[in-house]
């Protein structure tokens, strides 16, 4: 294993992406909280004689890279390759955190529940998936049933849950625990499984942090804003030419069925979605097909409603504002 930063990642991806590549033109992606450290990844690579170039933009995952019409090769720092995303010229390598301590999470959970053992589903992004089992046998050992769940749709490893694909989760016990950082993906978690009490666990804690109240809170902003949207009569359909984002497909049938309802409605293509590159446009709201996080983490900085497309789905359907369905990459 090699180091990058506090971050570990197995050096034998590399290795395997750049044997025979000597003198290649290459970009380097690295995500927002590994970019500090842009001078180790670059030193890992000198060894290979490349042309190296960093990417300045951004990076929210697997599915967010550069064209690579200049460049031999992609190698992006962080991110777990989603499956049917990318090509023999984009390198995904996972960058892992340090080994939990697992004291932290069994006090944790003793400061929440007392003598109570609910049964837990333990899941994480890519950083702690590797130590998940390691958890999951020590919560046995104290009294706990406890489950890491397989592999879900779009996911690289068990237990891995993206911002996009919460909805894949299928959580039959009483809690599910999040470890990590951030606030978008335990978020999706408790909006898909609304029955279920969501809690996270940041790494050197020893409290958890239920989210029940989050999610209550945000299901009542976005159906405010989707009432808004009801009363919306031109709509901008965005889509994006990002592999791991494109849903052209369910952009045109968003657009079909915009018109169907009385509504005007274009599709906008874009590279990035930002608000900047909305606030030109004399659109009176906005349907995001590509990642939900814009509209729920974002919602109160646009000037005009900007909705999911389930949320488009549900206000066009007539859904009952007693329910809310988060949209779902596949």
């Not at 009294?143 to 237990?159: A, F, H, L, M, T």
């Not at 940041?202 to 209550?216: H, R, S, V």
């Not at 646009?302 to 009952?320: K, R």
Request: proline residues 4%; hydrophobic residues 40%.
């Amino acid at each position: 294993m090699s180091t990058i930063g506090p971050y570990s990642y197995d050096a034998s991806i590399l290795e395997k992406a750049l044997e025979g590549k000597k003198g290649g033109k290459v970009l380097v992606q690295l995500p927002d909280g590994v970019k500090r450290f842009a001078s180790e990844a670059m030193y890992h690579l000198e060894p290979y004689l490349m042309n190296v170039h960093i990417w300045g933009g951004t990076c929210f995952g697997a599915c967010d890279f550069p064209n690579l019409c200049e460049y031999d090769l992609l190698i992006q720092f962080g991110h777990a390759p989603i499956p049917g995303v990318g090509n023999e010229k984009t390198v995904f390598i996972p960058l892992r955190r340090r080994i939990i301590d697992d004291s932290e999470l069994v006090m944790a959970l003793a400061n929440t529940f007392g003598d109570e053992r609910p049964s837990i589903t333990l899941v994480s992004t890519i950083e702690t998936t590797h130590d998940l089992d390691r958890l999951a046998d020590v919560l046995h050992s104290h009294k706990y049933q406890c489950v890491v769940p397989d592999v879900i749709e779009r996911s690289y490893e068990k237990g891995q849950v993206l911002g996009c694909n919460a909805g894949h989760l299928d959580i039959k016990t009483d809690i599910a625990i999040f470890i990590g950082d951030g606030r978008f993906h335990p978020l999706g978690i408790a909006l898909s499984n609304p029955d279920i009490r969501i809690f996270t666990f940041k790494i050197g804690n020893t409290k958890l942090k239920e989210l029940t109240q989050d999610a209550e809170r945000v299901v009542r902003i976005r159906w405010a804003i989707m009432e808004n949207a009801k009363k919306c009569s031109r709509f901008g359909v965005i889509t994006t030419m990002r592999e791991g984002q494109n849903r052209v497909a369910q952009a045109e049938e968003a657009l079909l069925k915009l018109r169907e309802h009385g509504k005007e409605a274009e599709i906008l293509m874009t590279e990035i979605v930002d608000i900047a590159s909305l606030l030109d446009w004399d659109f009176d709201a906005y349907v995001v097909t590509v990642c939900p996080r814009l509209a729920l983490d974002d919602s109160n900085r646009f000037h005009v409603p900007v909705i999911t497309l389930q949320e488009m789905h549900m206000i066009l359907d007539g859904a009952s504002s007693s329910s809310y369905t988060f949209d779902t990459l596949s």
